[in-house]
């Protein structure tokens, strides 16, 4: 669905990065979702909604959410709600080079390369580093690799 990085936020505007966010959301409680819709409608609502992301300041946001209680009367409990959807849809994982090394590793050993070449590749002394430190599989991956193994 969403399988590109933009680095500088693309033609996104604080609405569409919102939806975007919330549609990631899954299990959800209905408060929870009805608190989503709630946050969309009030950002259609405003010029804050339609600003492009990579020209947003933070002293934008906290402006409107000032504006929304004092202007327009909104209680806390709104404000509060608002800010909780808002923050989480700004924030984005910190990706650092040793956060690479692990994908890296990851992903080499998921393609079969050999445990020996990729612990000699990634300067490890030790296997077990390699394969339980840097090495990350899921339930999915378990399941293609039997699937493979069994020949299904």
Same mark, same amino acid.
């Given at each position: 669905? %969403?399988?590109?990085?933009?680095?500088?936020?693309?033609?996104? /505007?604080?609405?569409?990065? $919102?939806?975007?966010? $919330?549609?990631?959301?899954?299990?959800?409680?209905?408060?929870? @979702?009805?608190?989503?819709? /709630?946050? @969309?409608?009030?950002?259609?609502?405003? *010029? %804050?909604?339609?600003?492009?992301?990579?020209?947003?300041?933070?002293?934008?946001?906290?402006?409107?959410?000032?504006?929304?209680?004092?202007?327009?009367? @909104?209680?806390?409990?709104?404000?509060? /709600?608002?800010?909780? $959807?808002?923050? #989480?849809? %700004?924030?984005? #994982?910190?990706?650092? #080079?040793?956060?690479?090394?692990? /994908? %890296?590793?990851?992903?080499?050993?998921?393609?079969?390369? !050999?445990?020996?070449?990729?612990?000699?590749?990634?300067?490890?002394?030790?296997?077990? $580093?390699? *394969? !339980?430190?840097?090495?990350?599989?899921?339930?999915?991956?378990?399941?293609?690799?039997?699937? @493979?193994?069994?020949?299904?």
């Amino acid at each position: 669905m %969403f399988n590109q990085i933009v680095s500088n936020g693309g033609n996104h /505007t604080v609405l569409s990065l $919102v939806e975007k966010y $919330v549609s990631l959301k899954i299990g959800v409680r209905h408060n929870t @979702r009805a608190g989503y819709k /709630t946050v @969309r409608n009030i950002l259609k609502k405003y *010029l %804050f909604g339609d600003k492009r992301i990579d020209k947003v300041k933070l002293s934008d946001a906290k402006a409107w959410l000032i504006e929304l209680q004092q202007v327009d009367g @909104r209680d806390y409990s709104s404000v509060h /709600t608002i800010r909780g $959807v808002l923050r #989480p849809a %700004f924030q984005m #994982p910190k990706i650092t #080079p040793h956060v690479c090394q692990h /994908t %890296f590793c990851s992903n080499m050993a998921k393609s079969g390369m !050999n445990p020996k070449t990729l612990q000699y590749i990634m300067g490890h002394s030790d296997i077990s $580093v390699t *394969l !339980n430190t840097y090495t990350h599989v899921d339930f999915e991956d378990a399941q293609s690799e039997l699937q @493979r193994v069994v020949g299904e």
